[in-house]
Each structure stands twice: as C-alpha cells, then as structure tokens.
C-alpha cells in the first residue's frame, strides 16, 4: 500500500486478556517506531527497530508489553495480560534514510 | 522526563489571531520536524529544519530552528478554524531516531 497501515483500528478487550496489535510499513522503509497517545496528548514512544539492528526497546512500560519485526517489515506489538491503564491509541510509524516519519492512523485499544 | 517540552500545552483563539508555539530541549538535534494530528488519525509532518538559524514559510505557517539546535518555534499568522489540531515537535537525534514533544493542542473558534 501506499501509506503505513494499522489493524485493527479499533480493539476492545477484557481486562487480563492478550492483545496483538499489528503494523504494516510503507515498503522500503528500514526504521520502524511503536509509539502510544493518551486522550489527545502526546506521543510516549515505546519501541523502535532499525533495519537488522538489535531494536531499542527502551519505552516498553512493562515486560507485558514486546514487539517483533518479521522479515524487516510487518511489526506487532504484543500487550499480555492487558490492564485498564494500557487503555490508549497505539501509532505506529515507518521512516526511510530521511529526517521525516510516516504515521498509521493508529490502534485504539479499550481495556474493559 | 520528556526530552522535549513544548509551551502552551493548550492555545484556544479567535479566528484571525495570530500564535507562537515553543518546543524546547536541552539536547542537540541533528534535525526537527513540525507534525499536525487531527482527530482520528495519525501526526502528519509540516515541515524539517536542519541547520541551526533556519527559517522555513509553509503559507500562514513560520518555523524556525535555534541556532545551538536545541530549540524551534512555529508561528501562526492569522489563524483559521482549520488550524485547528494538536501540533507535535519531535527532534532526532543519531540517525533516524525520533523523540517527540508533549504536544499543543490548539482550537481556532469561528
């Protein structure tokens, strides 16, 4: 496709449940980021891959929360036992060898 | 600690007025990208600035780029409703990585 594309848009889930959230880059793009948004607010960046490069998983705000790349494209993020606080809109975005990122329109998640 | 804070966190106005948005750091970016996000979807970029002192127009839209590279600004001259969103800095640092700003979120009323 043309832009980044996340599924699914919209997720609700019961507290305790396991989510996966998914994300397919713009092809070509070697730098991939996780990045969640509460209520509007800014972006808390979780996770990033580069290319073959072990990834930087400095933001993730638990060890329930991982994220993979296969094949150095498609990325999920795996949210284990959710809570209600993991409540939020997941953005994933893709960049190539420029200064410029390229958002998804993003994953909201309900935890109920 | 958030790596890059950007002042007013909210900013309601008048159509017509005009508006200054502030991200600053402490740090050193090799660049610093301007983003706007509407309701619903993801940030879309506005603009890049590289080189410390730059200025770059888009329309109604000015950004400059500190000289220590440390800071911007965006201005808004004469705001219109479709202004309207929240406006995200996010500076990089090393190559390709990102580190975005708490966000302005603004409302231009009709």
């Known amino acids: 496709g043309a832009g980044v594309s996340q599924s699914p848009s919209n997720k609700v889930t019961e507290k305790g449940k396991d989510v996966e959230l998914r994300c397919d880059p713009i092809s070509g793009h070697t730098a991939l980021y996780w990045y969640r948004q509460s209520l509007g607010q800014g972006l808390e960046f979780l996770i990033y891959?580069?290319?073959?490069?072990?990834?930087?998983k400095s933001g993730l705000p638990s060890d329930r929360f991982s994220a993979e790349r296969t094949g150095g494209s498609v990325s999920t993020l795996t949210i284990q036992r959710t809570q209600q606080e993991d409540s939020a809109v997941y953005l994933c975005?893709?960049?190539?060898?420029?200064?410029?990122?390229?958002f998804g329109q993003g994953t909201r998640l309900t935890v109920v | 600690t958030q790596l890059l804070e950007q002042s007013p966190q909210f900013l309601s106005i008048q159509e017509g007025e005009n508006l200054t948005v502030y991200c600053n750091s402490s740090s050193v970016f090799s660049s610093l990208q301007w983003y706007r996000q509407e309701p619903g979807e993801g940030p879309v970029l506005l603009v890049t600035v590289v080189t410390g002192g730059e200025v770059k127009k888009l329309k109604r839209l000015t950004f400059q780029f500190g000289d220590a590279r440390k800071d911007s600004s965006l201005h808004i001259t004469a705001a219109q409703p479709g202004d309207t969103g929240l406006y995200l800095c996010a500076g990089a640092q090393g190559f390709n990585k990102f580190y975005f700003g708490s966000g302005t979120k603004l409302n231009v009323k009709p």
């Open positions: 891959f580069q290319g073959n490069s072990a990834p930087d």
């Open positions: 975005a893709s960049s190539p060898h420029t200064t410029e990122a390229f």
